[in-house]
C-alpha cells in the first residue's frame, strides 16, 4: 500500500515530508537531492530536467545534467512529482499531486494546471470494468490548443499570418 505522502501547502508535499519518504525507501538525503526538490516544488512551469538542471546548477555548479534527470525519475517513482508528457516535448515534470488536468500550449509551449471539475470526476476511462485483461488505475489528460494569452496575441496581431 502506498504511503500518504503530507503536504505543506494543500496542493505539495512539503521538506520534511520529502526527508521522511527518503528515509523510508533507503535513500540519502544530500544536498543536491533537496534543492532539486525544493527547485520542483518552487516552480510552477512543470519543468523539464533540462531547465531543473540550470536551476540547481546555480547553487551546486558541480552537478551533472545526469544526476538531475536520474533524481527526478526517483522522485516520480516515489510518488513525489508526475511526469507530464505532451506530443514532442522533453517530459516535464509537476509537484502537485491533486487531481488536476494539464494543458499544452501548441504556441508558446507552456503548460498549465486545470482543476477538475465535479462533472469531470467520473472518469470514463476509470469507470470501465477491467477490458481485455486490463485495469486502469489512473488516467491523465494533457488537452493540447492555444492558451488566453496566445490567443489574445494572435487577436490583436491577425496580420502575422500565424495559423493555429
Not at 487531481?99 to 501548441?106: A, K, L, P, S, T
Amino acid at each position: 500500500m502506498e504511503k500518504e505522502i503530507p503536504r505543506g501547502r494543500a496542493d505539495l508535499p512539503d521538506m520534511a515530508a520529502f526527508t521522511e519518504l527518503c528515509h523510508s525507501h533507503g535513500l540519502k538525503v544530500t544536498p543536491q537531492r533537496n534543492e532539486i526538490f525544493r527547485q520542483l516544488l518552487i516552480s510552477r512551469d512543470h519543468p523539464c530536467a533540462d531547465a531543473l538542471y540550470r536551476r540547481v546548477k546555480r547553487k551546486f555548479p558541480g552537478i551533472s545534467f545526469d544526476t538531475v534527470h536520474r533524481t527526478l525519475q526517483t522522485f516520480t517513482d516515489l510518488g513525489l512529482a508526475h511526469v507530464v508528457e505532451g506530443t514532442g516535448v522533453p517530459r516535464r515534470f509537476d509537484p502537485n499531486l491533486d487531481d488536476h488536468y494539464h494543458f499544452w500550449c501548441r504556441i508558446c509551449r507552456r503548460v498549465f494546471d486545470l482543476p477538475v471539475r465535479d462533472q469531470d470526476k467520473r472518469g470514463v476511462a476509470l469507470e470501465l470494468p477491467d477490458y481485455q485483461g486490463y485495469r486502469v488505475l489512473k488516467a491523465r489528460l494533457v488537452l493540447e490548443g492555444v492558451c488566453a494569452e496566445c490567443l489574445q496575441k494572435t487577436h490583436d496581431d491577425m496580420d502575422g499570418g500565424r495559423s493555429l
